[in-house]
């Protein structure tokens, strides 16, 4: 969440809550409904209550959908610079891109991802839940494969650890609570610069 820790912990909660009640069927199209309700949401709440005025958040998620062939598939959301990652067979992908000013920069060759990691403007979104009612929501279909595994995270986690290091611990814990848990404790550890949520 973002706009002060109080507003960006309230817009976080509608986010979650509102999604996940507004997620009646298994469908992308569900979903990005869904996420568009969150988005609507936390725009009335904000309006409400005054002292939550300019709250956001940034949201990613994956949910098991019947996919546009009629086959099984994963329907991926994402706003802002959370993040999904895929590992599969001892390698890490980042399935989402980030909505931010620095991956703007990154995209364009006019940063490389080195200097976007320190850069001090590095947590300026480009797009978040909350800001207006016209949100752009970055969505697609993925295959699901026996083996593979997802992982979805705050920039608390990413910008703490290394792509390696998060790999390293995704091949010693198999159990997610577990991998979750030493995921945060080591960002933490690291530095704890920002929230760190891990899924």
């Given at each position: 969440?973002?706009?002060?820790?109080?507003?960006?912990?309230?817009?976080?909660?509608?986010?979650?809550?509102?999604?996940?009640?507004?997620?009646?069927?298994?469908?992308?199209?569900a979903?990005?409904r869904a996420?568009?309700?969150?988005?609507?949401?936390?725009?009335?709440?904000?309006?409400?209550?005054?002292?939550?005025?300019?709250?956001?958040t940034t949201?990613?998620a994956?949910?098991?959908?019947?996919?546009?062939?009629?086959?099984d598939?994963?329907?991926?959301?994402n706003?802002?610079?959370?993040?999904?990652?895929?590992?599969?067979?001892?390698?890490?992908?980042?399935?989402?891109?980030?909505?931010?000013?620095?991956?703007?920069?990154?995209?364009?060759?006019?940063?490389?991802?080195?200097?976007?990691?320190?850069?001090?403007?590095?947590?300026?979104?480009?797009?978040?839940?909350?800001?207006?009612?016209?949100?752009?929501?970055?969505?697609?279909?993925l295959?699901p494969?026996?083996?593979?595994?997802?992982?979805?995270?705050?920039?608390?986690?990413?910008?703490e650890?290394?792509?390696?290091?998060?790999?390293?611990?995704?091949e010693?814990?198999?159990?997610?609570?577990?991998?979750?848990?030493?995921?945060?404790d080591?960002?933490?550890?690291?530095?704890?610069?920002?929230?760190?949520?891990?899924?």
């Amino acid at each position: 969440g973002m706009g002060g820790h109080q507003g960006g912990e309230v817009a976080a909660s509608i986010a979650v809550s509102t999604t996940l009640s507004q997620f009646k069927n298994p469908s992308r199209v569900a979903l990005i409904r869904a996420v568009a309700f969150a988005n609507s949401a936390i725009l009335e709440r904000s309006t409400a209550d005054k002292s939550l005025s300019g709250m956001g958040t940034t949201l990613c998620a994956l949910a098991a959908v019947v996919g546009e062939s009629g086959l099984d598939g994963l329907a991926v959301v994402n706003v802002g610079d959370s993040r999904i990652y895929r590992w599969a067979r001892g390698e890490l992908f980042q399935v989402t891109e980030d909505h931010s000013l620095v991956a703007d920069l990154v995209r364009s060759g006019e940063l490389t991802v080195e200097e976007a990691a320190r850069h001090p403007q590095r947590n300026i979104l480009t797009r978040a839940l909350g800001i207006n009612h016209d949100l752009i929501v970055d969505t697609w279909e993925l295959i699901p494969v026996i083996g593979d595994r997802y992982l979805l995270c705050s920039d608390g986690l990413f910008n703490e650890l290394s792509d390696e290091r998060i790999s390293e611990l995704l091949e010693v814990h198999k159990d997610p609570s577990v991998l979750a848990q030493e995921l945060v404790d080591r960002a933490v550890d690291s530095g704890g610069h920002d929230n760190v949520t891990v899924g």
